[in-house]
T-cell receptor, first 113, second 107 residues
Framework: GAGVSQSPSNKVTEKGKDVELRCDPI?????LYWYRQRLGQGLEFLIY????????KSGLPSDRFSAERTGESVSTLTIQRTQQEDSAVYLC???????????FGPGTRLTVL | EDQVTQSPEALRLQEGESSSLNCSYT??????LFWYRQDPGKGPEFLFT???AGEEKEKERLKATLTKKESFLHITAPKPEDSATYLC????????FGAGTTVTVRA
């Protein structure tokens, strides 16, 4: 079956613009995760969904970041008023439940000019 | 709070030179430990899940082991295609990943 997909694969935007990043998880996976990975750095956890609910949003870096998930499927990570420090690869992962291994998408590389 | 520490940060090996990567963890009750491989420009690829001390998993030249405080990823007779960053993570609602060990295998 298909793996986790993310779109766009690359996004270049100007400082101050809003961006939306999309994640399509593996079908049937109830848990979905967003991470940020800056160049040469490790994974920074942002948020997870159990079904369509995000029980803990404390990992989001600022109130400019928001995420939603609908239909226990696709998720969107939105960054408002982008800043240069938002430049990174944003990775999405999904798993059968929160107690299983995560499968990652290829990521969206965001560049804020 | 869960803590995951990987060592060394980087490892340079000659082809065929076996070695081990370490992942030490501090959690309140381990419910699972995962190993991933990440190639440049790609998302992490799942390798293994370990649940209890003494458990071992193998895949080709890789073997993962688990104790009560740490996990090891043994690379036996590595090839250049084993070059990657290897990440470990503990089962956590906050995705507790280590910073990774970057392995470079020279032919």
């Amino acid at each position: 079956g298909a793996g986790v997909s993310q779109s766009p694969s690359n996004k270049v935007t100007e400082k101050g613009k809003d961006v939306e990043l999309r994640c399509d998880p593996i079908s049937g996976h109830t848990a979905l995760y967003w991470y940020r990975q800056r160049l040469g750095q490790g994974l920074e956890f942002l948020i997870y969904f159990q079904g369509n609910s995000a029980p803990d949003k404390s990992g989001l870096p600022s109130d400019r970041f928001s995420a939603e998930r609908t239909g226990e499927s696709v998720s969107t990570l939105t960054i408002q008023r982008t800043q240069q420090e938002d430049s990174a690869v944003y990775l999405c992962a999904s798993s059968w439940t929160v107690y299983n291994e995560q499968f990652f998408g290829p990521g969206t590389r965001l560049t804020v000019l | 709070e869960d803590q995951v520490t990987q060592s060394p940060e980087a490892l340079r090996l000659q082809e065929g030179e076996s070695s081990s990567l370490n992942c030490s963890y501090t959690v309140s009750g381990l419910r699972g430990l995962f190993w991933y491989r990440q190639d440049p420009g790609k998302g992490p690829e799942f390798l293994f899940t370990l649940y209890s001390a003494g458990e071992e998993k193998e895949k080709e030249r890789l073997k993962a082991t688990l104790t009560k405080k740490e996990s090891f990823l043994h690379i036996t007779a590595p090839k250049p295609e084993d070059s990657a960053t290897y990440l470990c993570a503990v089962l956590s609602l906050k995705g507790s990943f280590g910073a990774g060990t970057t392995v470079t295998v020279r032919a």
